[in-house]
């Protein structure tokens, strides 16, 4: 009976239960409640994998208004996987927030700052499940207001400029992909991207379609970060609440590309986006560009946490670049780094975290020696780093390997060595931390730090480990974002 | 599945890659006692391992035999875990975990690399020895051995990359990825060679050994001259045996590491130069690539590995108990350390060829081979160089480190785990010389040689009595100066007369307008570097906080070339 109701309850669960925790006022409560609900979502978005694989593509009507008309939920293997990477991290960010929110959040901000967290869960899944245009935008609106306050809590001064430039930026973005929606609803006369994928045809070559895709991808581009729309990002994840960083780092921009892909590839279709527009040329020279602007960048940063944001953007142009092949093997590269990338991230802001936890700062100069001081969390952090170069046996080298197979597949060259070579910039920022850790000694004037509580590190080493797991037995990941490759590019599945 | 089913499917490497993992947890004779059983057990179940049985599984779908037993990779692996037993015995007095932890698995990884049966089990396990063994270097905690360090990981994880190139473009080619004869054929083949020789110390590429074992920890060499570039004199073996171009690969790598390794003062040193110039003669041996050649270099790869290791074990006693390894401030030492003397000529016996030793009985089937096959001055280059290993390796080593002129350094023996270790390995050495068909029993093709006919002793001997009367008589006449506080023993003018010294010269000369050049890239670098920083430095353009203005035109401008691209072009 309840199975039925699965791909409701993936966000209605967390939509109710943010208000609880407001009713709660306190903070262990309210932590507890987000601990559970993710952990239901996780279960829910897992359920949903499953019967997807067995059976093909869901579809919810919510409320049980029927399709055109009523909103309504689709899932099929493109989005169950993405609402698996956003309730699988958060499942582990969650038991990991209540330690560093008690030290980095003022206490009676506490129980706000969960209803805020769930409140961003519940848009980044929504964004992912609905199979409504502008329910898009609704969920978009959602996750990134609740993000904007969530990154304010953050306990520098910085965090409120960086949460209020987000604001702007993020805004500007959402419109734009509002104009966008507009324009195709003016075409069409729906809003269910289903039915708008059967009647866009008809109107593919009009300047208003034109119009409303490009709309729909520079909107999108700045929300996923897509290099040089990525100015907001740094200072956002820099400034924000460790906890914080985890999620959005690990989930908010994913959620992006994921609406990316679905726009590009199921609405207006991959031949209109290949044939009419040159949406192909420009991702695939403004990801070559930001990886390589964005790593150079993060080899200079002294902010650690700084200097995996603008690893974050680079690794985005990792993503587009698999898309921007429009092949199987691309999209597949790209859709199983929206996942590898989780991970990895997910890992090496959590170990950061824990440094922060402990150093109150995560400068690079406060980093030394701490190899000796934190063995374990700079262990996690070098293991998370590997993956993030491509170390084989984890999954950074899995992504990579797609993604170079895919440029050579389409004889490319050039490419495939720029994504090698660009590996070796991620040795060097990685490399800056490790040399400070574990090679340098720690300034006398600072006390000795300890290791960071099991709290943090479990999850921590709970991502470090799914690192080499899924770095290893790709057959879930790979085979799961091979499918959904099949299925955006419209060749079974 | 049956208890020797199971065990058939672990391959070898893992029984060290894993069993590591304990060793941090152990403490004292306990952990002594791990140690060791260590590599006997896995020598155990390498014998268990019958020939052809496979673990096969796909990944990524690509066809991965992750174990494949032949009797090239089993000999392999049998000399890796003795190598592995002897260095373990040889480091237990260390009390840091991380070094074990560090040597095993690097152990573990050679092993496992040896029983891949595709190139990307290979690619693995081969990044695998360069970031295990790279902490046997940072191990010595110096400054000096950090840079090494570093600079040897950057080549050995460089050499790893050009592997992968060539392994993907293998694939695209051919469709597979298993790890059999390759031959020079495509540029992806070209790529897997590179990668290979890198590994392999080719001359030109060679750099790295020389710079980096001699700054590894006591320890730390032993293991680093057992794995890393005999795993690729397998890898040679195995995917490229009979290309001719290695043939003169071969013969350059005898013969010129020889003047690099006579003008050198730091001992461990003049071992590197002289490792490089035995990996000479295996690689010859591959690139003439008949039956006998390709026994001639496994048996010398075994050989190799045990008095090699003997040469590196008893100067790491010589650095541990005095404190230094130059040749110039050593000297008398036979009077402490009388074992390590002993053991140590054993080596020089060994590495010189000299008949009843190990090096005389792989040493011959790849000169007779080189012989046999119309290599005329192969053969002779390889003669060459059999006197010129003789000189630095055979004489220089033991004869600046224990005997010359006494140093006045009084210090106790070898610690006694050194010393079973080095007994151990001098014993094999021994027994390898004089009972040569137990060795030649498990070589992968039949030999029908006979090492000790009265021509192959007679020519050894010449070769080895007449450098030896040289010797004998430089050191009489006094031309052979006895002190030797210079650090730059090419300085000395009696090198100048056996020749040699006028190639060092002129190499010196190179490597003074190299280092010229490398100053003035320098330059160039930094200014490259500063002008990036410039930009993407904390303050730089790239990184500054924007204004949110900036993403608004940004998105502004990519909006509209946006749709001036899709409305006009």
Known sequence: ?493 | MTASEFAHSIPPGFVLLIGAGLVPLLRGRLRDAYLLMLPVVGLLHLVSLETGSYVQTSVLSLEIIVLRVDQIALIFGYIFYIATFVSVIYALHVKRAFEHVAALTYAGSAIGAVFAGDLITLFVFWELTAVTSVFLIFGRQTPRAYRAGMRYLVVQIGSGVLLLAGTILHYLDTNSVEFGHLGIVSPATTLIFIAFGVKCAFPLLHNWLQDAYPEATVTGTVFLSAFTTKLAVYALARGYAGTEMLVWIGATMTAFPIFYAVIENDLRRVLAYSLNNQLGFMVTGIGIGTEMALNGTISHAFSHILYKALLFMSMGAVLYRVGTIKGSELGGLYKSMPWTATFCIVGAASISAFPLFSGFISKALIITAAAENGYFITWLILLFASAGVFHHSGIKIPYFAFFAHDSGKRCEEAPRNMLVAMAIAAALCIGIGVYPHVLYSILPFPVDFQPYTPTHVLTQLQLLLFSALAFAVLIRTGVYPPELKSTNLDSDWLYRRLGPLAVGAVLRRVDHAAGLLKNGAKTQLKELVDGISRHHGPEGAMARTWPTGATALWVAILLGAFLVASFYV
């Open chain 1, 1 to 493: 009976m309840i199975a039925a109701h699965y791909a409701a309850l993936q966000v209605v669960a967390p939509l109710i239960a943010a208000p609880l925790c407001v009713l709660l006022r306190r903070g262990i409560p309210a932590w507890l409640v987000t601990v559970a609900i993710s952990w239901i979502a996780l279960a829910i978005a897992i359920q949903l994998l499953i019967q997807v694989l067995a059976t093909g593509t869901i579809s919810y009507e919510l409320g049980g208004w029927a399709a055109p008309w009523g909103i309504e939920y689709r899932v099929d293997s493109v989005n169950a996987f993405v609402l698996l990477i956003v309730s699988g991290i958060s499942a582990v960010t969650a038991p990991y927030a209540h330690k560093t929110v008690v030290k980095e959040i003022p206490e009676d901000r506490h129980y706000l700052f969960y209803a805020a967290y769930l409140l961003c869960l519940t848009g980044l899944l929504g964004i992912a499940i609905t199979g409504d245009a502008f329910n898009v935008f609704v969920f978009l609106e959602i996750s990134s207001l609740s993000s904007y306050v969530l990154i304010s809590l953050g306990s520098e001064r910085k965090a409120l400029t960086a949460a209020y430039q987000y604001l702007v930026m993020g805004t500007i973005g959402a419109t734009f992909f509002l104009i966008g929606v507009g324009l195709i609803y003016a075409m069409t006369g729906t809003l269910n991207m289903a039915d708008i994928a059967t009647r866009l045809d008809a109107v593919e070559n009009t300047r208003t379609v034109l119009a409303a895709f490009a709309f729909i991808t520079v909107g999108l581009g700045l929300k996923l970060a897509l290099f040089p729309l990525h100015l907001w990002l740094p200072n956002a994840y820099a400034y924000a609440p460790s906890a914080v960083t985890v999620l959005l780092a690990a989930t908010a921009t994913k959620v992006a590309i994921y609406t990316m892909l679905r726009f590009v590839f199921t609405l207006f279709g991959s031949d209109f986006a290949l044939d009419v527009t040159f949406l192909a040329e420009f991702l695939m020279a403004l990801a070559l560009v930001g990886v390589f602007a964005a790593s150079i960048t993060a080899i200079f940063q002294n902010n650690v946490k700084r200097m995996l944001a603008y690893s974050s953007v680079a690794q985005v142009g990792y993503m587009l670049l698999g898309v921007s092949f429009f092949s199987v093997t691309g999209l597949t590269g790209g859709i199983v780094h929206l996942f590898n990338h989780a991970m990895m991230k997910g890992a090496l802001f959590m170990a950061l975290g824990a440094v922060f936890y402990r150093l109150g700062s995560v400068h690079i100069d406060r980093m030394r020696g701490l190899g000796k001081q934190m063995p374990l969390t700079m262990f996690a952090f070098v293991l998370g780093g590997l993956s993030l170069i491509g170390l084989p046996l984890t999954v950074g080298f899995i992504s990579k390997w797609y993604l170079i197979l895919a440029a050579l597949e389409r004889g490319w060259w050039p490419i495939a060595g720029l994504i090698l070579l660009s590996s070796l910039l991620a040795v060097a920022y990685i490399w800056r931390v490790v040399e400070a850790a574990y090679f340098r000694d720690p300034a006398t004037h600072h006390p000795r730090a300890t290791e960071a509580p099991p709290a943090l590190l479990v999850p921590t080493w709970i991502l470090v480990l799914a690192n080499f797991y899924f770095g290893i037995d790709t057959s879930v990941t790979v085979g799961i974002a091979d499918n959904a490759a099949k299925v955006l590019l419209g060749s079974g599945g």
